[in-house]
């Protein structure tokens, strides 16, 4: 079946529901979870019998989105995390040690550039920035045995769109695991099915879409009996769970060697509010997306010269063939303006009428930010350059309002600020 708006409509609606008792899924918000005897306890830590542990390590709440999720992304399984960043500091802690060298790809949220670039750095761990497209540096990182690459399926806040195919079947070539963040592009990219590894998402952003649940989640391929890249020399130190575990190894590997002792583990609560947002992503996903481009073109069309707007989905886009060719559906809520300089930037966000400003993206409402104040505002002056963040640089997040009243917002506001 293609896997268009319909499909998922119908996926995620009949997934999250259930047909027979409660048809909203139940929250099980206990913390500790009474074995049946002894025996079943030992089994339970073995991993042998599947019920409950203790809800630092999953709970019944957690594992209905994580099943969903898994099926969404075209996954093996999940792992519902605390937050986006939770997400990401499991899979990076899980896999990497001191000495080991993280390749990133494109542009960056703020979190994970300074995740990798001071925190892990803390901890031994090396890494190399570059753009999307400089191929010889990526191979010459691969080739000289980095353990993980990290990309965003879209850069936030410079849109740049990577060549995931291309990356991926490198990324397979070299034996080395590839960590897409897919928080901006839910059903609209799969990256799993392109060839990567394990999938990320902070679905505090699209998936729930009401700014009500923070919380993250990684998506994982199920391990191969032949040709598995995780049988590399250099990932030695987790051969002995692939030997015990299989085919289901990552879920064990990412729980005993992240969340067991570092707890970044989602609260039941959390998760309930997150599948009560995705049963209406595809709907949201592809009005959305829908708007950003529309939105995009009138205000291409009728902004002063003094402010430019970038979006892939613009002819002089610097991405427009590859979001043409990639992203047939779509790139995700994003657009920036670049107002030229922070005062016009400041002026025009005070300007608006409707639209909030918060750091979040991927909401219902229309958001916007200015990036070299706020997320950036700490950063060296060169890496801002590198995440394409300019002085006069604002982030929107379209939301579902019609597309017609969110550009009139922004133009009386540019009218206003200049
Ligand atoms: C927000 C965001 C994150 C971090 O997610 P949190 O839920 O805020 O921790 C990671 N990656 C991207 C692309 C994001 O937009």
């Known amino acids: 079946m293609e896997k268009d708006f319909d499909y998922y409509n119908t996926l995620l609606v009949r997934s999250v529901g259930s047909k027979t008792g409660p048809v909203a899924p139940t929250v099980v918000p206990s913390a500790a979870f009474g074995y049946e005897d002894a025996q079943e306890a030992e089994g339970i830590f073995a991993g042998e019998v599947n019920k409950p542990l203790y809800a630092r390590v999953g709970n019944p709440t957690n594992a209905k989105l994580e099943s969903i999720v898994a099926k969404m992304e075209g996954g093996f399984g999940a792992i519902a995390t605390s937050s986006g960043m939770g997400a990401l500091s499991m899979v990076t802690t899980a896999f990497l040690k ?31 920035f570059c753009d999307v497209d400089d191929f010889e540096h990526i ?18 806040p410079s849109l740049r769109l990577p060549d995931l195919t291309r990356i991926a ?6 034996e080395t695991l590839l960590v897409v963040d897919n928080t901006a592009t839910p059903l609209l990219l ?8 394990i999938v990320v998402h902070s679905s505090t952003k699209n998936m729930s879409g009401h700014s009500a649940a923070l919380g993250g989640i990684a998506v994982f391929r199920a391990v191969k009996e032949e040709g ?16 015990k575990m299989g085919h289901k190894a990552f879920i064990p590997i990412c729980k005993k060697r992240a969340i067991r002792d570092m707890g970044m583990t989602a609260n039941a609560f959390g998760s309930f509010l997150t599948m009560l947002g995705l049963e ?14 529309k ?46 300089t922070p005062e016009r930037a400041f002026a025009l966000l005070n300007n608006l009428k ?19 104040s706020t997320i950036y505002s700490d950063f060296a002056p060169q890496d801002r350059k590198f995440l394409g963040v300019t002085e006069g640089l604002i982030r929107v997040s379209i939301g579902l309002e019609d597309p017609e009243t969110i550009a009139q917002d922004f133009l009386q506001a540019a009218e206003a600020a200049l």
């Open 98 to 128: 001191a000495g080991d060298e993280v390749l990133c790809i494109g542009g960056f949220f703020g979190g994970t550039y300074t995740l990798v670039n001071e925190t892990l750095k803390r901890f031994g761990v090396s890494n190399s």
């Open 139 to 156: 191979e010459a990182k691969l080739a000289s045995g980095v353990k993980m690459v990290l990309m965003e399926s879209v850069g936030n």
């Open 169 to 174: 079947n490198l990324c397979n070539q070299y």
């Open 190 to 197: 799969r990256p799993l099915e392109m060839g990567a590894d």
């Open 228 to 243: 598995e890249k995780l049988r590399s020399e250099k990932y030695a130190d987790i051969h002995k769970v692939l030997d």
């Open 280 to 293: 209406t992503l595809s709907l949201r996903v592809e009005r959305v997306n829908k708007s950003v481009a």
């Open 295 to 340: 939105v995009a073109q009138i205000l291409e069309e009728k902004l002063p010269e003094a402010i430019t707007v970038n979006h892939p989905s613009l002819p002089d886009s610097e991405d427009y063939a590859r979001y043409q060719l990639d992203f047939p559906n779509g790139c995700g809520p994003l657009l920036t303006l670049d107002a030229g």
């Open 354 to 372: 409707g639209v909030t400003l918060t750091a979040n993206i991927g909401d219902n409402r229309t958001l916007a930010l200015h990036m070299q």
